[in-house]
Structures are given as C-alpha cells and as structure tokens.
C-alpha cells in the first residue's frame, strides 16, 4: 500500500482514548469523502478512519443500520458524530426533525450545505436564505445546538461594494458558518481573507486543496479530480489554518471528494498537525 509508513505513523494515535471534549482544534472528517468505499464495507471504513487517528466526523447518514447499530459502530471505533446535515427545506417545512438528528448522534453542530435556486444566485435569494438561517439558527441555540451555513462558490457574485456572501456575513445575527476552502476559491472568493475579516464567524471550516490550475466556477461545481493533499495545490492552506485558529475554529474538517480520498486524507492529516504544532 502506498504510504505505508505514513498510515502507520497516524495510526499510532488510534490507541489514545476519545476525548469526548474538544481542544482548541480538532481535525474532523466529513464522510461524503468516503461515498464509495462506504457502499463496500461501512465498518472497515469506520476503522480506517480511527486508524488515521481522526476522532470526529461529518455526517448524519446511518448507512442502512438502526440508529442504535450505528452510535454502537461509532463507539466501538471512538468516532463522535460533531456536526449532520439540515437541508434548507428541512429548516423551515420541520426544524424540530433536524434538531432531533442531530441530538440523536450527540452533535454540536447543524450544517447546511446548499440553497436551492434556479439560475444565478441572486441576491434576493441570498437574503430569504439570511432570514431563514437566522430564524433556524435562533431555535438551534435554544437547544443548545449551533448551525452553519456552507458556502459552495455561488454566493460570490457582486453586491453593493463586496458580495453576496458578505451580505449574508454582516446579516448573521443567529447562525456561523463553515467555510469550505476549496469552493470559495472556485467562486473567486478569498477564505484568507474572509477569515482575516470576520474572526470567530467560523468555527467550523472544510479544509480541501486545489489543484493548480484549475478553473474557477460561480454555480457550485467542480472536476472532484481536482482535489489534492492539503499543501500541493493553489490555495494558501498554512496561513488559512493558522488564521483560523486565531479566530477560534474550533474543527478542521478535511473533505476530499477525489477518487484519491484513501491515500491522501492521511497525508492532509499530517500536514495538518503540522502546521498546527510547528
């Protein structure tokens, strides 16, 4: 296997106990990266993960078990489930459904990871979307619960002096958000300088590199292939880490939606923990 030495290096933090309580900064991972391998063998992948030394993850699916069988999985490989998934309807058609998921798994954290929208992202839709996170975001805390908006690079286009996205920065009165590194760059945003901007708006963040060279795109997507190890590609991973640990980001969750994911996501973890303890 490729990598060998490095799988075993991680693998040795798989013998420490989980901490149930975060530090400062913790690396997560979000399992869409493991989409494929899931649908061979849920638990092997579930021990990978532990054997890479990651503790916390990003999800919400049960991959078909019972809510019982699967918090029993996450256990048994000391992974704890620390933000699901709300989908924009969901928000407002049955809020108490998505609060209860994620208290279900024992999350902190309610991410949503899209709006909905013919066309160009406008600004009207920008600010409905504000309205309803805030609203959400209001009862979530009530719960005890933080939600998170996930930008996906549409939300760049040209308002006022800045953007749609500052817009719904500067309006967030209710709601954080999760910056995904890698889709702000696509839609020509700067997370460096986002994060310089507005400290502490981002305790979550979804570290994942992009290829040099690789075009940007303003609707959301992107060649998956693009995705490499933190640190080879275009975007200014080592300082975005250590801003945000300024700022307060409390999870570097990596996202790797490559065919690559197995090789490289211990390879981001490293670097990763290096840049943290260096």
């Known amino acids: 296997m490729k990598n060998l030495s490095l799988f075993l290096i991680i693998g040795i933090f798989a013998s420490c106990p989980l901490i149930m309580t975060a530090k400062a900064q913790e690396i997560g991972l979000q399992l869409y990266s493991l989409r494929n391998q899931m649908k061979m063998d849920v638990e092997k992948n579930h021990e990978l993960i532990q054997q890479w030394g990651i503790r916390y993850i990003e999800g919400g699916s049960t991959y078909g078990m019972s809510d019982k069988k699967y918090k029993a999985l996450l256990a048994k490989y000391n ?15 049955d809020p108490e459904a998505v609060i209860k998921r994620a208290k279900a798994f024992g999350s902190k954290y309610i991410v949503t990871f899209w709006i909905p929208h013919d066309g160009e992202f406008d600004f009207e839709k920008a ?13 979530a805390k009530e719960e005890g619960l933080t939600f998170c908006y996930h930008p996906h690079g549409y939300e760049f286009k040209t308002y006022g002096e800045g953007t749609v996205f500052d817009y719904m920065l500067d309006n ?16 020509g945003g700067d997370p460096l300088a986002i994060l310089k901007a507005h ?8 570290l994942k590199d992009r290829k040099k060279g690789t075009p940007g795109s303003s609707d959301g997507t992107g060649d998956v292939e693009s995705n490499v190890v933190l640190g080879k590609g275009d975007i200014d991973i ?10 307060g980001t409390q999870f570097f969750i990596i996202e790797d939606e490559s065919s690559k994911s197995v090789a490289q996501i211990p390879q981001s973890v490293y670097y990763i923990n290096q840049t943290l303890n260096n």
């Open 172 to 187: 967030a009165t209710d709601f954080k958000f999760e910056m995904d590194v890698f889709w702000v760059k696509m839609g």
């Open 79 to 93: 992974l704890q489930m620390i933000s699901v998934g709300g989908a924009y309807d969901e928000l407002t058609n």
């Open 238 to 247: 080592k300082n975005i880490i250590l801003q945000a640990k300024k700022g």
């Open 199 to 206: 400290p502490n708006k981002f305790p979550l963040l979804h």
């Open 127 to 139: 600010k409905e979307a504000t309205t309803v996170f805030n609203a959400f975001g209001k009862k």
